[in-house]
């Protein structure tokens, strides 16, 4: 019942330093997405990737890269830590058809970080 | 420009009652829409979800409620338990979704004994 997986859990770091948020489903799930979410904010997408090989921006893309390494991880790189990105880290998988079918995606248990 | 709205931070229902959280959206695209329940310290969790050819979807105590013309859906909780208490995330997508979900800020129910 492993589902999303992604650590670590909790993580405090130093404005510069760099640090990756790692991701993996078991799910057989195409699609695989990263979000943030801040207090009053709500969920916003950073970056996701639609299938193995591809990975494009979301909402709020600055100060992140991704990887898809293959069908199951997904990982979160911040190069340079910055006190705005303290927030808690979300990733997801889902298995999108596109097409108007219906997305449900499923969460991972989230990563807070803060940057000092 | 926020596309997925839950104007109302929170709401206090009695337990037994009837919960209403509502949802309104501003992109026409949209296409399918989801409710999220998430407590403290947890990744959000899936709820009930509804297609726009639908206006009805129900799932034992969870209703969903989609009125296209207003771009308006509402989640109802009956009865409303104490384990109901955690925040619920209204979110929509289009064209199946695959670039990922709009969420609303989120709407903290909390059930009072």
């Known amino acids: 019942n492993a589902g999303v997986t992604q650590t670590p859990k909790f993580q405090v770091l130093k404005t510069g330093q760099s640090m990756t948020l790692q991701c993996a489903q078991d799910?057989?799930?195409?699609?695989m997405y990263w979000y943030r979410q801040d207090p009053g904010m709500g969920l916003r997408l950073i970056y996701y990737s639609a299938s193995e090989g591809t990975t494009d921006k979301g909402e709020v893309p600055n100060g992140y890269n991704v990887s898809r390494l293959n069908k199951r991880e997904f990982s979160l790189r911040l190069e340079s830590a910055a006190p705005s990105q303290t927030s808690v880290y979300f990733c997801?998988?889902?298995?999108?058809?596109?097409?108007?079918?219906?997305?449900?995606?499923?969460f991972g248990e989230g990563s807070w970080l803060t940057v000092v | 420009d926020q596309q997925v709205k839950q104007n109302s931070p929170s709401l206090s229902v009695q337990e037994g009652r009837i919960s209403i959280l509502n949802c309104d959206y501003t992109n026409s695209m949209f296409d399918y829409f989801l409710w999220y329940k998430k407590y403290p310290a947890e990744g959000p969790t899936f709820l009930i979800s509804i297609s726009s050819i639908k206006d009805k979807n129900e799932d034992g105590r969870f209703t969903v409620f989609l009125n296209k013309s207003a771009k308006h859906l509402s989640l109802h909780i009956v009865p409303s338990q104490p384990g109901d208490s955690a925040v619920y995330f209204c979110a929509a997508s289009a064209r199946g979704g695959a670039d990922g979900l709009t969420f609303g800020k989120g709407t903290h129910l909390i059930i009072q004994p």
């Open positions: 997801a998988s889902a298995n999108a058809h596109g097409g108007g079918s219906g997305n449900t995606i499923y």
């Open positions: 799910m057989n799930h195409n699609s």
